[in-house]
């Protein structure tokens, strides 16, 4: 069972905010969310992660509601390197351990010049 | 501080064929993983090591093996090479504060 669900694709015009959404209504009081990207043929990127308080990090913004039900990543000024997939995971913050990290197929972000 | 590496870049073996995925990583961090992606497919975990002289199955382990060698290098065998197993092998490194992952740039396999 696909433990996030996201919109398959989304455009977003360069230098306007990029505000990527994640459904993850069975989150555990344990899980934390995580975001990662893979630009094309690229290893996959860290982004960010969090709890339950918004976090901030030089590459984007995590919001996540009050429930935890669901998050959105923002890039604040997206650029045309900003197109990849995006990837919203949820797992213990004890590490993925055998589980590693679970993939589904992600947001393909495009950014349009 | 090189991160992640990974080698060979690109392979192509012939059903039946044997080779070693090489991966090594500089940043000291205990769990390292390895991956294959298939064409518009999410990663799937193969083998994870959470230490020197330990691995465990991930969710597609059948047809590999792995060795890690010590804390930096983790590599991936493939004994006798199918068509299915053509793929993108990622290998990845865990910090163990944070938990994040960090990627090598991956290893592209074909099998005829």
């Known amino acids: 069972d696909a433990k996030t669900t996201q919109p398959p694709s989304m455009d977003c015009a360069e230098g306007r905010a990029a505000n990527l959404p994640c459904n993850h209504s069975t989150i555990s009081g344990n899980e934390y969310v995580y975001w990662y990207r893979q630009i094309h043929s690229q290893g996959p990127q860290y982004i960010i992660h969090?709890?339950?308080n918004n976090e901030t990090n030089e590459m984007a913004s995590l919001i996540i509601t009050e429930d935890r039900k669901s998050s959105t990543l923002i890039l604040p000024h997206a650029t045309l390197r900003d197109t990849a997939v995006y990837y919203c995971i949820v797992r213990p913050y004890s590490g993925g351990g055998a589980d590693g990290l679970t993939f589904g197929k992600g947001t393909h972000l495009i950014i349009q010049p | 501080n090189a991160g992640v590496t990974q080698t060979p870049k690109f392979q192509v073996l012939k059903t039946g064929q044997s080779m070693t995925l090489q991966c090594a990583q500089d940043m000291n961090h205990n769990s390292m993983y390895w991956y294959r992606q298939d064409p518009g497919m999410g990663l799937r975990l193969i083998y994870y090591?959470?230490?020197?002289?330990?691995?465990d199955k991930g969710e597609v382990p059948n047809g590999y093996n792995v060795s890690r060698l010590n804390k930096r290098e983790f590599s991936l065998r493939l004994e006798s090479a199918a068509p299915s197993q053509t793929s993108v092998y990622f290998c990845a490194s865990e910090d163990r504060e944070e938990y994040e992952q960090y990627f090598g740039p991956g290893t592209r396999l074909t099998v005829t």
């Open positions: 090591s959470a230490s020197e002289g330990t691995t």
């Open positions: 969090g709890l339950k």
